[in-house]
């Protein structure tokens, strides 16, 4: 089974390609490009170099959010339109879930952040000790603090691009039990987005169906609504 999976939902652009279970490739771009430029050739790149056309995978998985809402709209435009073009399936991938899988086997909750503005994350949490991420908070947008007050006693990982923004309040708060994990295991890797892909078939979909993984409404939504609340 050959599975492509694209991720465009947050800073780090990135393709991988499975093959029988197994990485063939891996591609992450964090350029400053935009991700409508780099992520195309980038999958005609993975597919030349493991010898492969979009005909024989088996199923397009993309990371469907949450995340910013314009690189999710990519990603998600991206796969609907290879698998159609392919007459295969696509998969919708969990941007929290798949950083859940930098820390497999943490004896802890691990706690994936994303960088939400507005003075807020989307966040998760999650139980991987038996090495499968194991879902113990919903996904939420919300303030740090807020999210930090639902956490048990004990260690906690923290992974994804709001670590950055939110680490000294992470310290300030948690102390010796936040687990900040280091630049090279905090980003979103696509190739964990193809694992799990992989690991639900159940997930799988006709590309007609395949939409965002949204929190809150678009920006320009929420702009508008405020406007006619003043009203």
């Keep these: 089974m050959n599975i492509l999976a694209l991720d465009t939902s947050g800073p780090v652009a990135g393709v991988a390609i499975l093959r029988e279970g197994s990485v063939v490739h891996l591609t992450a771009m964090k350029y400053g490009h935009t991700h409508s430029q780099t992520v195309l050739p980038a999958v005609d790149r993975a597919l030349e170099e493991c010898g492969l056309t979009c005909r024989e995978i088996d199923v397009f998985a993309a990371v469907a959010g949450p995340g910013s809402f314009t690189g999710v709209r990519i990603g998600v435009c991206m796969a609907k339109g290879l698998a159609h073009a392919a007459g295969k399936p696509c998969c919708a991938v969990n941007a929290l879930e798949t950083l859940s899988m930098n820390c497999l086997g943490f004896d802890g909750w691990v706690c994936p952040i994303l960088d939400a503005r507005r003075d807020q994350v989307y966040a998760?949490?999650?139980?991987?000790?038996d090495f499968v991420p194991r879902r113990v908070l919903a996904d939420q947008a919300v303030k740090i603090e807020d999210f930090l007050a639902q956490l048990p006693d004990g260690r906690l990982a923290f992974v994804g691009d709001g670590v950055p923004v939110q680490e000294k309040t992470l310290l300030r708060l948690l102390g010796e039990r936040a687990a900040i994990m280091p630049a090279?295991?905090?980003?979103?890797?696509?190739?964990?987005?193809?694992?799990?892909?992989?690991?639900?078939?159940?997930?799988?979909?006709?590309?007609?169906?395949?939409?965002?993984?949204?929190?809150?409404?678009?920006?320009?939504?929420?702009?508008?609504?405020?406007?006619?609340?003043?009203?």
């Design 124 to 129: 998760a949490a999650f139980d991987t000790r």
């Design 184 to 231: 090279n295991a905090r980003d979103l890797r696509a190739d964990a987005a193809g694992m799990l892909a992989a690991a639900h078939p159940e997930r799988w979909e006709d590309p007609r169906t395949l939409r965002p993984i949204y929190l809150r409404a678009p920006q320009a939504e929420r702009e508008r609504m405020e406007r006619m609340a003043r009203k």
